[in-house]
């Protein structure tokens, strides 16, 4: 259902055809022939789920979750995936800004405030 291709400067891709006819490539880079077999194993069984309309197999679902940002955007711009969400990372300003906001002992111009009050 997909091969590896090497081209002249080492880089691997994937080649496969979608179920919607279209024969897209998965470019990956430098990798070893054993990190590209294994990629193309799980690309199997992606398109496997999606040419018999199954769900995919609990440990497929766990890698796919697993994946690191830039594999799983190449998967997702060929169709295989949905697009990763990105995670939201929380600083400092907007808790502390958040917490101000929320607190009820607090009198109502200092809330308003929020941080920026205390000199900081």
């Not at 009198?107 to 920026?116: A, E, T």
Request: with cysteine; hydrophobic share 40%.
């Amino acid at each position: 259902m997909a091969s590896i291709a090497r081209d002249k400067n080492g880089k691997r891709r994937i080649l496969f055809v979608h179920p919607d006819g279209r024969r897209p490539a998965i470019h990956l880079g430098k990798v070893s022939q054993r990190t590209a077999e294994g990629i193309k194993f799980r690309v199997e069984q992606l398109l496997e789920a999606m040419n018999f309309n199954r769900p995919m197999e609990p440990d497929l679902v766990e890698w796919v979750k697993g994946l690191e940002p830039w594999l799983a955007k190449k998967l997702a711009r060929v169709g295989l995936i949905p697009n990763p969400e990105l995670k939201v990372v929380a600083t400092l300003g907007a808790f502390l800004d958040d917490f101000t906001t929320r607190r009820i002992d607090v009198n109502p111009p200092r809330r308003r405030f929020g941080r920026k009050s205390c000199g900081t």
